[in-house]
C-alpha cells in the first residue's frame, strides 16, 4: 500500500514547513499549489504503474538471457510514465534542465515510488544520483552529453564502484583507467554489484566508475571517476558505437528482484572508452557525493516499505475477526477485529512508531539540502551541512534496521497470511533486507559516524544536533502532555554527550580499536535518539493542531501523539544499555581469539 | 552447515550429564556408546540425506497437480534413510515399539536434522507429535492400528488445528463431527496451514483433527480430538478405502518450502470417516500434548536454523579477506580476513551467544522431560513437569525471535553475498521466520506464560527456575572469571520476581488487561534471563574442564566462557527497560483508540 498522503502532507507541510520555502528567491516561482501538483503525480503514477506490479516484478525477476537482460515490460512503461512527470528532474536546478522542486517534496515522492514498488523505483533513484555527480564535477561538456539526458529520462545511470573481492574496501579497487592520446581512457576489469547495470529500459546507460589510472597512490587517494557510457556519444549528442561493456551475469537476489543486479565486465575486448571526471585520483571523493545523497535515498527507501508494510498490516487488523477481548469468558460472543487485542495495537504502534519517525528523519535531511540551497550566508549552510553530513548515516542506517523490524511485525500481524506469497507483507521484509547493505553495510556507517562525522569539524555537527535537540525540547515542555518526554530528550542528549566524550577522548588517547569496537551500536542508540527528537517535534506540531482539529484530522494528530507516547516510553529506553556497553569500554570482542569461535 | 559436533557433544554429555541417565532403570540398556551411536547415525543421514537438498527442496517446492501435491524425489530419500535409522521411534518407549533414547539425545538429532535441512525434517517431527497423543490418549486398537506405524515410519501425521478464520483462536473451530452407529464419526470441514497434509512420501497420513460434536459446549471446552486417516484401516492393519479427505490447496510461503502445507477439505462427498480420541470435549487437552511437545520441536528448528546460519557466516568471515585492522593506514598492506574486525566480531559473538544459548534452553527443556520420565517420586516429577510447562512458551519463542536475528546477522557478514540465493542464509532466513507463526503466535506465548503458567500451581513453576537459578549463581559464584555474571544473574532473577509480583498482583486485582498487555515483552526478557543462566551454567563447566584443556579443546571452552561474557555485557541489560515498562503498568496500547492509527 502506499504511503497515506496526509501523512506525508503532515511532514512536509506542518513539521517541516517547506511552503516557506516559496518565500526564498529559489523557489519563488512555485507555491504549495505546485508541491501539491507535483506530489498528485507521484500519488496517481504510483497507483497506476507502481504498485499493480510490485509483485510481478518480484515474481519474474530479470533474467540474464543470451548476454542480455530480460525483465516485465512493465518495467519500462512505469518508467516512462515517470519520465514523462520529469520525476528524475525534479530537485534539480533550472539551469541543469531541472524543476528546481525542493528535495523535500522531492524525497516525499521517492518515499511515495518506494513504498509502491522499490525495485522500479530504484532505477530512478539511481539516475539522479548519478546526473547529480556530473552535474556537481564534470565538465560543461559532460553535462550537456550526459547529465542533461539523464534529467530527461533518456539515459539511465549505474554506480560502478563494488568489484568481487572488494565491497566495503574501495580501497582495494582493481579496475584500471589507461590515459590515451585523446584525451580519454581505456578502461579494463569487473565491477560487482551493479544495480540496473543492463536493461533496454532508456536509450543508454551512464556508468559512473571508480578506476586507477596507473602510477597513481595506492588506496583511496589513487582512485579516479570514470563516465563510461553503453554506447558512445558523439559530440552532436548523437550515438555512436556500442562501448566494451559486457554484462557478464545477473545476481539473484533474495528481494528487491524488480531491479537488475549484474556483474559487468568492462575492456573484454580492449576496447572500453572512459571519460575523466574532474581530477585524477579525486574519484573517491566526487562519488561520496553521489554516495552521500544516495544513502539518504535508501533510508527514504527503507522507510517507504516500513509504510507499506505498516498499512497492510493495519488493514487487516482492522478486519480480520478473532479472538475475544480479555475477560470475555462467554465462546458464545462474537469475536473482535484484531486490532483490539493489547499485542497487536503494540506491535501496530511499534510499526508506526518507526516507519512514520523514519520518514520524519529522511524528510529531515531532504529539508537540509533545502535550507543550504537557500542559505543566503555561509554559517547557515555550514551548519545546515555540518548537520547533515553527521545524520546521512543515521538516516541510512537507522530505518534500515528498525523498518526491517517494521516488516517483520508487520508479517506477524497477518499470522500465516503474512508468511504466503499471497499478501505483500513477506515481500515487503525481503525487499527492506537489502537496505542494511547496499550504499555502505551498517557497520561501515558505525565507523563513519563515530570515526569521522563525531570528530569532524570540531564536533560542529553534533553541536548543532544537539543545540536543535534541547531547543525542541524546551518548546514541547511548555506543553504539560509532552513535558516528561521533552525531560527524557534533554538528559538523553547529555547522557549521549558524555558517552561521546568518553569515545573520542579514548580514541584520540591511541585506543581507536577500542573506542571504535562498539560503533554500530553507537550508530543505534544515535538514531533512536534522533528519532526521539523528530518525534517530540513532530508531537509538538500535532498537538498544538489539535485544538482546532476535529473528526479524522483530531484522530491523525491523536496518533501522532500516542506514537510519541510508545517511542518515549518504549524505544528510548532502549538506548541507556547500550550507551552504558559503550561507556564501559567494553573489550569482549577486542581481546577475542578467532580460534575461540 | 551441520551443528559442530563438538557443540552437541558439549551440551549434551557435559552441560546435561545425558550419561547419567544411564544409571537410570529407564535406560540401564544403553550407554554412552549407544548415544554416540544414534548421534553418528543422525549426522551421516542429515550430511547425505538432508542437506544436500535443502537449496533445491527451496528452488521447487511443492506443487498442487491434479488434486495431488508433486515434490522432489529426495524428500521421500530423506525420509526413508531416517526410518530406516528408526529416528520417529527413537524417544518412545519400548513398550510402543520405541528405542527408549532419552529426549535430550533425541532432541539434539532434531536439531542436526533442522539444521541440515528443516523442511524435510518437519515431517518427522509432525509425526512424532501425533503418535506420542495416540499413544498417551488413544485406545489400545488405536495404538496398534495408527501409532505403532508411525513410529515405523509407515505412516505419517498432521496435525489439524487451524481453519481459514481461527488460526490462534480455536475457540471457533467449526469443523463437525457427527456421531455414527458404528462408534465413528463422520466429520464436515475445512482445516488450513496443515503442514504435511497431503503427499506420498508414506503409505497413509494419520491427520489429527480437532472437531466437534454437535450438542457440544461452545468455545474450547466443546472440541473433541479425532484420527481421520488418509486410507482407512481395517482392524487387521490392512488397507480399507481411501477416506474422503481432499486437497483443497497448497500455500506458497515465504520459507521452510521443503515441507508442503496444505488446505485440507474434510467430508466434501459426507463420508469422511474419524475416529474419537479419549472422551468428547477434551480434545484440546489431548492437543496440547502434542503442541507442548511440537512447541519444543519449533524452538530446536529455530535453534537449527541459526547454528546453520552462523557456522556458514563464521566459515565465510574466515575467508574472506578485505579492509585493514584499525589503525593501518597503509594501503599497500594485504587485507585481512574480515573475523578481524571488530564489529564482524560482535555479530559473529552475537549469533554464538544467541544460538549456541538457545541450543542449551531447548536440550535444558529435553533433559526434563528425561527427568520426569525416570523420576521415582511424585515431587521430583512434579518440579521437573512444572518447571517444563513454565519453560515451553520460552523454550519455543527466544529462539524464534533471535536465532532469526542471528540468521539476519549471517546475512550481514556475507555482505551482498548472503543476500543472494547463492548463499543459503537467505533462505535460512527466510525458514526461520516462520518460527513465530506456527505452533502459537508470539503474543499468544507472551499470554500463556504471564496469564497462566506463572500464576498456576501457586507459581511452583517459577520457584522452581529462581531456585534452579540461583544455585546456579552461587556455584558460579565461587568461580572468579565469573563471579561478575553470577552476581548479575542473581539480581536479576530478584529484579525479575519482584516484577512479577506487580504484574500478577495487577491482574488479580481485576486489572488483567493491563497486567498482561506487554506480555510478549515479559516473554522477551523471561527468555533472555534463562538463556542467561544457561550461559552461565555452560561458562561454569567449561571453567573447570578449561583446566584440563588444550589446542582446539582449550580454544573451544574459551570460546564459551567469551560468549558467556558477551552475553552478560551485551544482552542481559536489555532486560531492564522491558522490566521497567512492565513494572510501570504502562496503558499506552490499553488507552488507544483504534482510530487514531
Known amino acids: 500500500m502506499l504511503i497515506p498522503r496526509r501523512e506525508v502532507d503532515f511532514q512536509v507541510y506542518e513539521v517541516l514547513d517547506a511552503g516557506r520555502l516559496c518565500e526564498q528567491p529559489r523557489y519563488a516561482d512555485h507555491d504549495r499549489d505546485v508541491f501539491d501538483g507535483v506530489l498528485d503525480a507521484a500519488y496517481r503514477i504510483a497507483a497506476e504503474r507502481f504498485l499493480p506490479f510490485a509483485a510481478l516484478a518480484d515474481l519474474q525477476e530479470p533474467r540474464f538471457v543470451d548476454g542480455r537482460v530480460e525483465m516485465i515490460p512493465q518495467t519500462r512503461e512505469a518508467l516512462a510514465a515517470l519520465n514523462e512527470s520529469s520525476f528524475i528532474a525534479a530537485p534539480f536546478d533550472a539551469a541543469d534542465g531541472g524543476l528546481q522542486v525542493p528535495?523535500?517534496?522531492?524525497?516525499?515522492?521517492?518515499?511515495?515510488?518506494?513504498?509502491?514498488?522499490?525495485g522500479f523505483h530504484a532505477y530512478a533513484m539511481l539516475t539522479a544520483g548519478a546526473a547529480n555527480v556530473i552535474l556537481a564535477f564534470g565538465s560543461e561538456e559532460q553535462k550537456r552529453l550526459y547529465a542533461r539526458p539523464m534529467l530527461a529520462g533518456r539515459y539511465f545511470g549505474t554506480m560502478c564502484l563494488s568489484e568481487t573481492h572488494a565491497g566495503s574496501s574501495l580501497a582495494d579497487v582493481r579496475t584500471i583507467a589507461m590515459p590515451q592520446q585523446d584525451g580519454s581512457y581505456r578502461i579494463t576489469g569487473n565491477k560487482m554489484w551493479i544495480s540496473g547495470g543492463e536493461h533496454d529500459l532508456a536509450e543508454?546507460?551512464?556508468?559512473?566508475?571508480?578506476?586507477?589510472?596507473?602510477?597513481?597512490?595506492?588506496?583511496?587517494?589513487?582512485?579516479?571517476?570514470?563516465?563510461?557510457?553503453?554506447?558512445?556519444?558523439?559530440?552532436?549528442?548523437?550515438?555512436?558505437?556500442?562501448?566494451?561493456?559486457?554484462?557478464?551475469?545477473v545476481n539473484h537476489k533474495m528481494g528487491w528482484r524488480g531491479?537488475?543486479?549484474?556483474?559487468?565486465?568492462?575492456?573484454?575486448?580492449?576496447?572500453?572508452?572512459?571519460?575523466?571526471?574532474?581530477?585524477?585520483?579525486?574519484?573517491?571523493?566526487?562519488?561520496?557525493?553521489?554516495?552521500?545523497?544516495?544513502?539518504?535515498?535508501?533510508?527514504?527507501?527503507?522507510?517507504?516499505?516500513?509504510?507499506?508494510?505498516?498499512?497492510?498490516?493495519?488493514?487487516?487488523?482492522?478486519?480480520?475477526?478473532?479472538?475475544?477481548?480479555?475477560?470475555?469468558?462467554?465462546?458464545?460472543?462474537?469475536?473482535?477485529?484484531?486490532?483490539?487485542?493489547?499485542d497487536v495495537r503494540r506491535m501496530l504502534l511499534a510499526q508506526k512508531a518507526w516507519t512514520e519517525g523514519g520518514l520524519a528523519l529522511v524528510l529531515y535531511c531532504a529539508r537540509l539540502v533545502d535550507d543550504m540551497a537557500v542559505a543566503t550566508d555561509d554559517v547557515a549552510r555550514g551548519r545546515a551541512g555540518q548537520l547533515l553530513e553527521l545524520l546521512t548515516p543515521v538516516a541510512k542506517s537507522w530505518p534500515s534496521e528498525f523498518c526491517l523490524e517494521a516488516n517483520k511485525l508487520a508479517i506477524q500481524v497477518l499470522g500465516g497470511y503474512g508468511y504466503t506469497r499471497d499478501y505483500p507483507v513477506e515481500r515487503l521484509y525481503r525487499d527492506n533486507r537489502l537496505?542494511?547493505?547496499?550504499?555502505?553495510?551498517?557497520?561501515?556507517?558505525?565507523?563513519?559516524?563515530?570515526?569521522?562525522?563525531?570528530?569532524?569539524?570540531?564536533?560542529?555537527?553534533?553541536?548543532?544536533?544537539?543545540?536543535?535537540?534541547?531547543?525542541?525540547?524546551?518548546?514541547?515542555?511548555?506543553?504539560?502532555?509532552?513535558?516528561?518526554?521533552?525531560?527524557?530528550?534533554?538528559?538523553?542528549?547529555?547522557?549521549?554527550?558524555?558517552?561521546?566524550?568518553?569515545?573520542?577522548?579514548?580514541?584520540?588517547?591511541?585506543?581507536?580499536?577500542?573506542?571504535?569496537?562498539?560503533?554500530?551500536?553507537?550508530?543505534?542508540?544515535?538514531?533512536?535518539?534522533?528519532?526521539?527528537?523528530?518525534?517530540?517535534?513532530?508531537?509538538?506540531?500535532?498537538?498544538?493542531?489539535?485544538?482546532?482539529?476535529?473528526?479524522?484530522?483530531?484522530?491523525?494528530?491523536?496518533?501522532?501523539?500516542?506514537?510519541?507516547?510508545?517511542?518515549?516510553?518504549?524505544?528510548?529506553?532502549?538506548?541507556?544499555?547500550l550507551l552504558s556497553l559503550l561507556e564501559s569500554l567494553d573489550d569482549t570482542t577486542v581481546t577475542l581469539h578467532e580460534t575461540w569461535l
Open 103 to 118: 528535495m523535500t517534496v522531492a524525497q516525499a515522492c521517492s518515499a511515495v515510488f518506494a513504498s509502491a514498488n522499490v
Open 204 to 249: 543508454n546507460i551512464v556508468h559512473l566508475v571508480l578506476a586507477r589510472v596507473p602510477g597513481g597512490p595506492a588506496g583511496v587517494r589513487g582512485i579516479s571517476l570514470f563516465i563510461v557510457p553503453r554506447r558512445r556519444i558523439r559530440p552532436d549528442g548523437s550515438f555512436g558505437e556500442w562501448n566494451d561493456v559486457a554484462l557478464a551475469g
Open 259 to 342: 531491479t537488475v543486479n549484474t556483474v559487468l565486465s568492462f575492456g573484454e575486448r580492449g576496447d572500453c572508452a572512459g571519460y575523466l571526471v574532474g581530477e585524477e585520483h579525486r574519484g573517491l571523493a566526487y562519488m561520496f557525493r553521489l554516495m552521500n545523497e544516495a544513502r539518504i535515498g535508501v533510508g527514504v527507501c527503507a522507510v517507504g516499505l516500513g509504510l507499506a508494510g505498516y498499512r497492510v498490516s493495519l488493514e487487516y487488523a482492522r478486519e480480520r475477526l478473532q479472538g475475544r477481548p480479555i475477560g470475555d469468558k462467554d465462546p458464545a460472543s462474537p469475536p473482535v477485529p484484531i486490532i483490539r487485542h493489547a
Open 435 to 577: 537496505n542494511h547493505i547496499h550504499e555502505g553495510a551498517y557497520g561501515i556507517h558505525g565507523l563513519d559516524v563515530l570515526g569521522r562525522k563525531l570528530p569532524q569539524h570540531g564536533g560542529a555537527g553534533w553541536a548543532e544536533l544537539a543545540e536543535r535537540m534541547l531547543r525542541t525540547a524546551e518548546q514541547a515542555g511548555s506543553i504539560p502532555a509532552l513535558a516528561p518526554f521533552a525531560r527524557s530528550l534533554a538528559v538523553a542528549t547529555r547522557r549521549f554527550e558524555a558517552v561521546t566524550r568518553v569515545l573520542l577522548g579514548t580514541a584520540g588517547s591511541g585506543r581507536a580499536e577500542l573506542a571504535l569496537a562498539n560503533a554500530t551500536l553507537y550508530l543505534e542508540a544515535l538514531g533512536h535518539l534522533t528519532v526521539a527528537w523528530r518525534w517530540l517535534d513532530s508531537a509538538r506540531v500535532a498537538q498544538r493542531a489539535l485544538q482546532d482539529a476535529s473528526g479524522s484530522d483530531a484522530d491523525f494528530y491523536q496518533g501522532k501523539l500516542a506514537a510519541c507516547r510508545y517511542f518515549f516510553r518504549y524505544e528510548l529506553p532502549r538506548t541507556e544499555p
